[in-house]
């Protein structure tokens, strides 16, 4: 071994000995705050290298027996005996008959970065998710204007948000896009699981997002695109509202109430359109636009997502220096595995070892 490659690897132990020593005695970060840098990225399906200047998620959907966990499962994926069309069966008593798991895979994973300037929330989603179950577009419209749906039953995400101090503190703002980057679309609920149609030129609401019947205004502020193992959905969301001048700046808190990913197979099934009761609908069967072969996993986590200008790359405490104590912080959100995740050392889109290796040298470096 070279004497310079020594004295790194000398100085890199070095390092991580310290780093290990004090990390028994730093503070504890706050796992539930994200950290939001402000830069106005290219909307494009692509994650910009700047949201990796803010801190993300990592939403991690593990297999759980229990329906209540997820919002449900239908189709070849639910929880409850179904029959041959997929729709979930009851016993004499009314009660759906539980079967005691799910035929899911518990294959999809996703990470949501952002980003904010003065008008816009920025939201890049990326998913793990090797089949591909999107309904055609014929029938996605049918299911926004006839089935007047308020997401996509197909792969899809959504993410629901509010404010502190905005006129009510139980108004939320749901905010759903599609696999493809056809549409995205949005509700609003002025209590829990209470849900109305978004039409900011009416409504007092965050985002100048619209609902379903008015998905075309919307256009423009979604792009998609597909990867080697999933897809990436990328989003605008132009601030509104009359308290926009006081809450959209530095300091100030937005919450994420929850995270969904619906994920529906390759050649999923469609199910029968049960709003439309009379008469026929333009497919097969009285089939809609809505697919019955659909579960909806859930971040049920509400997260806290602070406004910053001043967030410096692999500054991890916030302290507004890059050093040990950094690297520090770094080890505690590694070891804790939590869900929040502190910036990405090296670009690649995960947060794990080959991070700390990465900001060792760079320290060691003085870079």
């Not at 027996?65 to 929880?79: A, K, L, R, T």
């Amino acid at each position: 071994m070279s004497v310079k490659k020594f004295t790194s690897a000398l100085t890199s132990a070095v390092l991580l000995a310290s780093s290990l020593l004090f990390a028994v005695f730093a503070e504890e970060p706050d796992y539930n705050t994200v950290y939001i840098n402000k830069h106005t990225p290219v909307l494009d399906g692509i994650i910009d290298p700047e949201y990796y200047s803010s801190f993300h998620i990592e939403h991690v959907f593990p297999p759980y027996n229990d329906p209540e966990m997820y919002i449900h499962g239908n189709g070849i994926y639910s929880y409850y005996e179904t029959d041959e069309n997929g729709v979930a069966i009851r016993d004499e008593n009314g009660e759906f008959i539980y079967r005691g798991d799910t035929s899911y895979g518990w294959d999809v994973k996703a990470s949501s970065y952002y980003l904010w300037d003065d008008d816009n929330l920025y939201v890049a989603v990326k998913v793990t998710d090797d089949d591909y179950g999107c309904a055609d577009y014929e029938r996605m419209i049918y299911s926004i204007y006839d089935q007047q749906a308020a997401f996509f039953y197909e792969d899809s995400v959504w993410l629901k948000f509010k404010f502190d101090n905005w006129n009510s503190s139980e108004k939320q703002q749901t905010i759903a896009a599609e696999r493809p980057g056809r549409a995205m679309i949005s509700s609003f609920s002025a209590l829990p699981y209470f849900v109305e149609t978004c039409d900011p030129e009416a409504e007092d609401i965050f985002f100048d997002i619209y609902s379903g019947l008015a998905f075309e205004h919307n256009e423009g502020n979604i792009a998609a695109s597909e990867t080697s193992d999933g897809y990436i959905i990328e989003l605008r969301l132009p601030l509104k509202g009359t308290l926009k001048t006081e809450l959209w700046k530095a300091g100030k808190i937005l919450h994420m109430e929850y995270f969904c990913v619906n994920d529906s197979p390759e050649n999923a099934r469609y199910c029968e359109d049960f709003i439309n009761d009379y008469g026929s609908t333009p497919f097969p069967n009285r089939e809609g636009g809505c697919f019955i072969d659909l579960i909806i996993l859930t971040d049920k986590n509400s997260y806290q997502m602070v406004l910053s200008d001043s967030i410096l790359q692999n500054d991890v405490n916030l302290d507004g220096e890059i050093n040990s104590k950094d690297l520090v912080r770094l080890m505690k959100y590694i070891a804790n595995n939590s869900f929040v995740k502190p910036q990405d050392i090296n670009g690649d889109g995960k947060l794990n070892s080959k991070d700390l290796v990465s900001f060792m040298k760079q320290i060691a470096a003085g870079t």
